[in-house]
């Protein structure tokens, strides 16, 4: 199995148990899901909220906006804990928020921790090759 093929099936894992844990709301699953670009980030769960990392093992990145419930919607932060975006009426403005947030060369998930990741994204800047 090639690295991105093991990539893909890691991303995909991750994004059924976190279906099956049921700790996140099925309609912002659902929404973001549907989004090539979050679909193909490391989805996990803290508190209910939906984070989502560009690497598959923890402690994960913190560079891309969660997504809390609310009693009226949802609640979009981030990407640090301290950081607010704003109040999304539906999962899929929600969504709409954490995407016009997301870094830039925001990828597919990386097989392995932050620091790795940035080791990887470090060489690959050095070389050329991405």
């Known amino acids: ?3 991105d093929a093991e990539a893909d ?3 995909e894992a991750g994004w059924q148990k976190i279906r099956d844990d ?3 709301r099925a309609e912002l699953l659902d929404a973001a899901y549907a989004e090539p670009r979050l679909r193909q980030l490391f989805p996990w769960v803290s508190m209910g909220e939906l984070h989502l990392s560009r690497c598959t093992e923890s402690r ?3 560079d891309i906006p969660h997504v809390m419930p609310d009693a009226e919607g949802y609640w979009v932060s981030g990407p ?3 950081e607010t975006v704003g109040p999304a ?3 899929k403005n929600a969504v709409a928020m954490v995407i016009q947030r997301l870094p830039a060369d925001c990828g597919p998930a990386f097989i392995g921790t932050p620091e790795e990741l940035a ?3 470090a060489t690959t800047q050095q ?3 991405g």
């Open 22 to 24: 049921g700790r996140v």
């Open 119 to 121: 080791a990887h994204e």
């Open 1 to 3: 199995m090639s690295r």
């Open 9 to 11: 099936a890691v991303v």
């Open 80 to 82: 640090l804990r301290n």
């Open 89 to 91: 009426a539906t999962a």
């Open 127 to 129: 070389t050329g090759r």
């Open 60 to 62: 994960w990145t913190w």
